[in-house]
């Protein structure tokens, strides 16, 4: 009966736990780079959440994380801003950065 799954993931969706090597790469990332903001992406049909980290120049880097909580807690333990992708967006300086990288020479 349905109302005995009440609260679970719904069937067939499964959340594995995060790799460490994900986390220690965005906390890498956080270290080696200034003005770092989180932003939560969330659960789609096709992928897991993801956290989306973006340097003040628009470079950006993503990896899956478990949850937005679990997002939320690694972005405070690094001292750093968290959003919703879907409350604010993508910041534009991450388009940017991604239009020189179209233009540079190879």
Avoid: C
Avoid at 34 to 56: D, K, M, N, S
């Amino acid at each position: 009966m349905a109302w005995f799954r009440r609260g679970r993931e719904p069937r067939g969706v499964r959340v594995t736990p995060v790799d460490r090597a994900d986390l220690d790469y965005l906390a890498e990332f956080v270290r080696t780079r200034r003005g770092v903001e989180a932003f939560i992406e969330p659960r789609t049909t096709v992928t897991e959440t993801t956290l989306l980290l973006v340097a003040h120049d628009g470079e950006w880097t993503r990896r899956r994380i478990e949850s937005p909580e679990v997002a939320r807690r690694f972005a405070h333990q690094l001292s750093m801003p968290v959003y919703d992708v879907r409350l604010l967006g993508y910041p534009q300086r991450m388009r940017d950065y991604n239009s020189r990288q179209k233009r540079r020479p190879q």
